[in-house]
């Protein structure tokens, strides 16, 4: 498990690390967006009862003819272990539906009209 400190920290690294053209891409206020997009989410997915994990090394450990892959929590066997048998794609599509349901951050660039600038490139292409 890992804190949502942590997360925080190795995004801002990122964040301080983009160039300046790369964050006024993004939007200036993107990086505390996502603070809040991490908190939030770290709030919601993650479990703090470690048991199942703590059993599933004991049982790999001490048994016999251990398992070669252990699948801990009902997550994993409906959502994970499905989601890595489809097409690179097609979890692609799925993760944007998943990011844009749970309020994941956006670059203002998507959201700019960009239209009017390819409109004037047109025009002096000439």
Known sequence: MQ???????????VW???????RDEFGHNYNEKVRKFIRELQQNIVEH?????????YEAI????????????WDVLFLFHPYS?????????????????????IPSITTKNI???????QFHQF
Do not use: C, W
């Open 115 to 121: 239209s009017s600038k390819i409109k004037k490139n």
């Open 16 to 22: 301080h690390r983009a160039s300046q053209k790369l």
């Open 85 to 105: 048998l489809l097409s690179l794609r097609l979890q692609l599509y799925i993760m944007k539906f998943l990011m844009y349901l749970n309020g994941a951050p």
């Open 62 to 73: 001490v048994a016999k003819r251990p398992n070669l892959l252990y699948r801990i929590g």
């Open 3 to 13: 804190s949502s400190e942590r997360l925080i920290k190795m995004a801002d690294e």
């Open 49 to 57: 009862d470690t048991t199942l994990v703590i059993d599933s090394y």
